[in-house]
């Protein structure tokens, strides 16, 4: 059957011009459905809000306090891409990289608190939910065998497959990093762009595919652009990204210095 997910919302978004953040029209929502299950697990592991920690009701992702400081809307932003569809990369985020979000994802991809995960995905499929395009699987940027065997897993793997069963998709390893690459947040803006360069390779499988690509965090976007890149080498038939969330920067500023792959 097919697996391809569309919301049927068409263009719910306006271009703007720059690269700059943009937002879709819906609201980021704080609930996600839960199954009979999960409530009965929450009895005894109850569920905690994705910023602050607090025990939550299974269905809210959010405390009631931490709903209020949540974006209006996902964000959207646009990387130029050569060679790409329409020559640029599009990337959706729903969250933005600051404060408990921050606390959030740090503790996903550092503390081992993997099962951060599943309510991470309920709100990256929200955005991707609202984009009015079509996927027919997921992947991830991968890590090198090196860091993999440091941390133990890799946390954009961990949310692409949550986000894959949210979406009703097929996840698939299409992606792996070629070479050692140094850690993109002691580098520039440019410096970014020229590490993460042919340091990613796509398997043939990408071929004819519209795949959506997951990563945790997106701040000048030269990872997500690379691996992109690989999978367009490999003959995808195009390639969209989402992010947990999006590091907030100004035009012409360089984005504060944080953990980012």
Not at 17 to 29: A, E
Request: hydrophobic share 40%; charged share 25%; net charge positive.
């Amino acid at each position: 059957r097919d697996r391809s997910v569309s919301r049927g919302l068409g263009d719910v978004y306006k271009r703007q011009q720059g690269g700059f953040p943009q937002v879709l029209q819906q609201p980021v929502r704080a609930f996600r459905p839960v199954t009979w299950r999960e409530r009965l697990v929450c009895l005894f592991f109850p569920a905690r809000c994705l910023t602050c920690g607090k025990a939550v009701r299974a269905q809210r992702l959010v405390c009631r306090a931490c709903a209020a400081s949540l974006p209006q809307k996902p964000f959207f932003q646009e990387f130029p891409l050569p060679g790409a569809q329409e020559g640029r990369l599009e990337v959706v985020a729903p969250l933005s990289y600051e404060k408990g979000t921050r606390r959030t994802l740090r503790r996903l991809k550092f503390q081992e608190e993997r099962a951060l995960a599943k309510p991470l995905a309920a709100l990256m499929a929200q955005a991707v939910g609202q984009w009015g395009r079509e996927f027919d699987g997921v992947v991830w940027v991968p890590m090198s065998p090196k860091k993999l065997q440091q941390r133990g897993y890799n946390q954009s793997q961990l949310l692409a497959k949550a986000l894959a069963k949210e979406l009703g998709l097929p996840w698939w390893t299409l992606l792996e990093q070629a070479r050692e690459t140094a850690t993109q947040h002691d580098l520039t803006r440019a410096q970014r762009a020229d590490n993460v360069r042919g340091a990613y390779r796509a398997r043939a499988e990408a071929a004819g595919q519209r795949l959506l690509l997951v990563d945790d965090i997106v701040t000048t976007g030269a990872t997500l652009r690379a691996c992109a890149q690989a999978l367009y080498e490999a003959g995808a038939r195009s390639v969209g990204a989402v992010c947990a969330a999006r590091t907030p920067c100004s035009p012409g500023r360089e984005p504060p210095e944080e953990e980012l792959s």
